[in-house]
């Protein structure tokens, strides 16, 4: 078909016997739709090319030769039939309907699984130009999943699929024919993406530790452990959610079922638990949910208690503190299951604090310190010590203390008050004295190096002062004392603090007459007010407590008396006569004065007196004889010396004034009687005679 228009394909021979010579022949190609593509020479017959074939659109020609014979009259007409077959020429290229192909198979399929099927196209007539071969090619260096049937074009799966593995395969499709002369072959290309699509055949897997960590001290809501599962499926298939299954009964944590956060939900204690065993489910979104568990095991730690790693979880040692630098503090040893390089072990400490003050030999483990210590600067230091590629140790040291701290009190002295009423016993102070130093070092101990009185005493451990006996304002209302706080050191000074104690007064003590009964005097006919006696009552109390007001508690009805409140001076409130009351306690008992002596305060307290008050008499009563006249009849024979009579005076006056003197003044010129000035009696001291005087007319006066 490639052959060129204008070349002589071929020329029709007439047959030698019936040639002649000069013989006149006319060749022609009877005309119809096929014969345009040839063209005949009609003078010598040769066949040529008019125009180009194409074995595609026409494969084979019938031409109908007229061979017109002029030698012959009339002239003689032959025909013959030519067949042309048109070989076909190898030139049409394979080829695809699309540049770019992009397929999607889901990861489960089976082996031979058929994919897609290629169908490329190739314009050649002949079956070996035309008959395509397909070929596969991947365009990295990986193993090809994949197969192509060479003849069908069918893309089958040749390995299992795993889009976890392989999320999608780049090939090239190539479409050859088969001409027979292998330089003559055509081929073209399809670049093919097959997506693996994802299908849920992955469970979460766990790829955080199943062990973890806590310290008993956290707050609520401290981050205990993050849970990570990784699910390698696609989208929801590999969105992983969170649950706890069991092990958390007691709802002492709680998961972020989106995050995988596990913080803790309430406080924890060790000694209570120590071991959680949480069993934690990993969930997929995909249809249907594929899952994974884990037991996760929470310790709650109780002091720096976590590795495994050294021989102790926990070093405690201890060392002295004001030592030199290069004191040998500790050696932690470790183990590694691993063999060769990676059980060796350098040691080093993990920067924290405190830690520049200790130098660790990283061969050996031994740790020592770089500078002197002071425990009163740092007690406790808690080291983390870690060989390579492994986890932590904890050290924890304590600087063992020297007494190079005396007590200290927060003050110079105190002054307190307190009630006289205290109950013996009772606490009045808790002193305090800090001392730096630690232990016995650090112990503290009271005492009061001061005359109490008896009253205080001080807890020798504690520095709580007590009283040791009742209070009494009255007696001592102020102590003075030093209270002195000291160590078990022999040559560190102590620590003095002074203590000054009021005593407040309470009212324990009622007003005390000096006497329990006074005797007073007034002269009869005083003027009113006429101060009488002035009385006193003591009140040991202090303040209102101690001040006195004064009343006549009885014996005053009609008022006669009256009292200073504030003095205490008794006075008269009438004039009063001797003759009338002689005295208020003896003849009317109901006039005998009780004094009553009250305190201010609360509640007042009293006592009482009783005053016994003597109305002195007077002279102003004369003397009053029984009788006006007295009428006596004697015998005249009475004998001398005889008894007359007696005259009788009384005087309402008292003591001398109420001392009657009598006397004769008149009546007696002759002697004939004696009168005893004391009694009244009157005597005869003459013979009496009748005849001579028969009356005698005596004057007696009273005095």
């Not at 049409?92 to 196209?121: C, M, R, W």
């Not at 030093?482 to 003095?496: F, M």
Request: hydrophobic fraction near 35%.
């Amino acid at each position: 078909e490639n052959f060129k228009p204008a070349q002589v394909l071929n020329s029709l021979k007439w047959p030698d016997n019936h040639l002649a010579t000069n013989r006149k022949l006319h060749f022609s190609i009877a005309k119809d739709e096929d014969d345009v593509h040839f063209e005949i020479d009609s003078l010598t017959g040769d066949l040529f090319l008019s125009k180009e074939l194409d074995y595609e659109t026409a494969s084979h020609f019938l031409l109908q030769v007229i061979i017109k014979d002029y030698n012959h009259n009339p002239p003689q007409n032959n025909t013959i039939f030519l067949s042309i077959d048109v070989e076909d020429q190898n030139d049409h290229s394979p080829y695809f309907q699309d540049d770019f192909v992009v397929i999607g198979v889901e990861e489960n399929v089976p082996v031979g699984t058929l994919v897609y099927t290629f169908n490329a196209k190739d314009g050649d007539g002949s079956f070996l130009n035309s008959k395509i071969q397909y070929s596969l090619e991947m365009s990295n260096m990986g193993a090809n999943p994949f197969l192509i049937h060479p003849s069908y074009g069918t893309l089958t799966t040749a390995f299992p699929l795993d889009r976890e593995i392989t999320r999608s395969v780049i090939l090239t499709v190539s479409a050859a024919d088969q001409a027979i002369n292998l330089t003559d072959r055509r081929l073209d290309s399809l670049a093919v993406k097959i997506v693996i699509l994802d299908i849920n055949d992955n469970s979460p897997s766990f790829t955080s530790s199943s062990l973890s960590y806590v310290l008993e001290d956290v707050e609520v809501g401290f981050l205990v452990h993050r849970i990570i599962a990784k699910d390698p499926d696609e989208g929801r298939n590999g969105q992983v959610t969170y649950h706890i299954l069991s092990g958390n009964e007691n709802k002492a944590f709680v998961l972020d079922k989106i995050t995988g956060l596990l913080t803790t939900a309430q406080l924890l204690d060790r000694e209570i638990q120590e071991r959680y065993s949480l069993t934690i489910m990993a969930l997929d979104d995909g249809s249907p949910a594929l899952s994974a568990t884990q037991v996760l095991t929470v310790i709650v730690l109780d002091v720096n208690d976590e590795t495994p790693i050294f021989l102790k979880q926990l070093y405690k040692t201890a060392v002295r503190e004001n030592q030199d630098p290069g004191e040998f503090v500790v050696k932690v040893e470790a183990v590694d299951r691993d063999a060769g390089l990676n059980s060796l072990l350098r040691y080093e400490i993990l920067p924290g604090t405190g830690y520049e003050k200790f130098k660790m030999n990283s061969d050996s483990g031994e740790l020592v310190t770089t500078a002197s210590l002071d425990r009163e600067a740092q007690e406790v230091f808690s080291i983390k010590g870690s060989p390579s590629r492994s986890s932590t140790a904890q050290l924890y040291l304590t600087v063992l203390d020297e007494n190079d701290h005396n007590p200290l009190f927060a003050k110079t002295q105190y002054q307190i008050s307190v009630r006289e009423d205290l109950e013996e016993g009772s606490a009045i102070l808790d002193l305090f004295a800090s001392d730096e130093d630690d232990g016995p070092n650090g112990k503290v101990m009271y005492s009061l190096i001061d005359d109490t009185f008896g009253a205080f005493a001080i807890d020798s451990a504690t520095g709580s002062i007590v009283t040791t006996k009742a209070l009494d304002r009255e007696t001592k209302s102020q102590y003075t004392f030093r209270a002195v706080a000291s160590d078990c050191s022999t040559h560190l000074p102590r620590s003095t603090t002074v203590m000054t104690v009021l005593i407040q007064d309470v009212n324990d003590n009622v007003p005390k007459f000096e006497q329990s009964c006074y005797k007073a005097s007034v002269w009869e006919g005083q003027s009113p007010k006429t101060d009488i006696i002035q009385i006193f009552a003591t009140d040991l109390d202090s303040g209102l407590n101690g001040e006195t007001e004064y009343s006549i508690l009885s014996g005053n009805e009609n008022a006669t008396f009256l009292i200073d409140s504030a003095r205490g001076i008794l006075a008269t409130n009438t004039v009063l006569d001797h003759e009338s009351t002689s005295s208020y306690r003896e003849t009317a008992s109901s006039h005998c004065l009780v004094l009553l002596a009250s305190d201010r305060g609360t509640p007042s307290l009293n006592s009482t007196a009783t005053v016994l008050i003597t109305v002195l008499d007077v002279n102003d009563n004369p003397p009053v004889f029984s009788s006006p006249e007295y009428h006596i009849h004697v015998k005249e024979s009475i004998p001398v010396g005889s008894h007359i009579t007696e005259v009788s005076a009384n005087d309402c006056d008292t003591g001398t004034n109420a001392e009657i003197t009598y006397a004769m003044i008149s009546g007696n010129d002759r002697g004939h009687f004696r009168l005893d000035g004391k009694t009244g009696s009157v005597d005869l001291m003459k013979k009496l005679d009748y005849e001579d005087t028969m009356k005698f007319t005596l004057i007696i006066q009273a005095t």
